[in-house]
């Protein structure tokens, strides 16, 4: 259960948090909970487990309510590009994959995390330093990471040296890989 409560936690803060925080009073069960709208893309078989750490979260305790919104993949940017720039029905929170944070950052259409990170139960230190970095713009964090994709380059060295590059020298991040 320890575990569920952390993930909840994290679920409350996760990265990208929006501009208008539109908390709402919810009295389904008699009591009062801030309603939290939560977007996430988890639309494959990340859905249904993220699903189940909601449930739990919301059954776990008595002040805040998450409206989990799961947003087919495929459309999620689009939604959260149309919704950002319209202003309405914007989400409390959602997931953001660090290479969008920078756009929608200058574009002042997120929310600086500096409130959370000030929290005794949030610290940076708990989280990996890249991983962090990768959230931030101009000295302001943006995001809570959630998880980490590690990015490989596969390539062909008979294909290269056809190209007319040297196969023992691959780029070493995507800068060099554009060029």
Same mark, same amino acid.
């Given at each position: =259960?320890?575990?569920?409560?952390?993930?909840?936690?994290?679920? =409350?803060?996760?990265?990208?948090?929006?501009?208008?925080?539109?908390?709402?009073?919810?009295?389904?069960?008699?009591?009062?909970?801030?309603?939290?709208?939560?977007?996430?893309? *988890?639309?494959?078989?990340?859905?249904?487990? *993220?699903?189940?750490?909601?449930?739990?979260?919301?059954?776990?305790?008595?002040?805040?309510?998450?409206?989990?919104?799961?947003?087919?993949?495929?459309?999620?940017?689009?939604?959260?590009?149309?919704?950002?720039?319209?202003?309405?029905n914007l989400p409390d929170l959602m997931i =953001?994959?660090?290479?969008?944070?920078?756009?929608?950052?200058?574009?002042?259409?997120?929310?600086?995390?500096?409130?959370?990170?000030?929290?005794?139960?949030?610290?940076?230190?708990?989280?990996?330093?890249?991983?962090?970095?990768?959230?931030?713009?101009?000295?302001?964090?943006?995001?809570?990471?959630?998880?980490?994709?590690?990015?490989? *380059?596969?390539?062909?060295?008979?294909?290269?040296?056809k190209a007319g590059l040297d196969p023992n020298?691959?780029?070493?991040?995507?800068?060099? *890989?554009?060029?």
């Amino acid at each position: =259960m320890k575990k569920i409560n952390v993930a909840g936690l994290v679920l =409350m803060i996760i990265c990208g948090m929006l501009a208008g925080c539109s908390w709402q009073q919810t009295s389904a069960t008699g009591e009062d909970k801030k309603n939290v709208k939560l977007w996430v893309p *988890f639309s494959g078989p990340d859905g249904p487990k *993220f699903e189940e750490i909601v449930r739990s979260y919301n059954q776990s305790q008595k002040k805040y309510n998450v409206d989990l919104q799961i947003i087919p993949s495929s459309d999620y940017y689009k939604m959260v590009n149309l919704t950002l720039s319209s202003k309405n029905n914007l989400p409390d929170l959602m997931i =953001m994959h660090a290479d969008r944070i920078v756009d929608y950052a200058t574009k002042d259409q997120l929310l600086k995390t500096s409130i959370l990170t000030k929290s005794k139960k949030i610290s940076e230190k708990d989280y990996h330093p890249k991983a962090l970095q990768a959230s931030k713009v101009n000295g302001s964090t943006y995001g809570i990471p959630l998880d980490i994709h590690p990015l490989m *380059f596969y390539w062909n060295k008979d294909l290269f040296k056809k190209a007319g590059l040297d196969p023992n020298t691959p780029p070493k991040n995507a800068q060099e *890989f554009r060029d």
